[in-house]
Nanobody
Framework: QVQLVESGGGLVQAGGSLRLACVAS????????MGWFRQAPGKEREFVAA????????IYVDSVKGRFTISRDNAKNTVYLQMSSLKPEDTAVYSC???????????????WGQGTQVTVSS
């Protein structure tokens, strides 16, 4: 069992930056691939980024490549999402999730956090 708690969301102007953090409970954090997903009002949940259990491999949705960076610190049981050059269309609730495989598919993730709101004003 893994419990995930996100933080770092907020209101930022377009072009600004935020860093999200997701802290996991439990002793097996380093065995999970971790992902970030987002959901805007009236839209389906969207994959944003994922990182392998070792941190050596990452994948991103095309719309955030070059602007967002996913990273992890296994000693702190934490995964991060550094977001830069934010756009109004990045506005959403961002959630982290844990998976043994790690992919773009939400149904491959077994554990989810509650999410943190990110609002980007124009």
């Amino acid at each position: 069992q893994v419990q995930l708690v996100e933080s770092g969301g907020g209101l930022v102007q377009a072009g600004g930056s935020l860093r999200l953090a997701c802290v996991a409970s439990g002793r097996s954090f380093s065995t999970y691939a971790m992902g970030w997903f987002r959901q805007a009002p009236g839209k389906e949940r969207e994959f944003v980024a994922a990182i392998s259990s070792s941190g050596l491999n990452t994948i991103y949705v095309d719309s955030v490549k070059g602007r967002f960076t996913i990273s992890r610190d296994n000693a702190k049981n934490t995964v991060y999402l550094q977001m830069s050059s934010l756009k109004p269309e990045d506005t959403a609730v961002y959630s982290c999730a844990a998976s043994y495989g790690g992919s773009r598919l939400p149904n491959e993730y077994a554990y989810w956090g509650q999410g943190t709101q990110v609002t980007v004003s124009s």
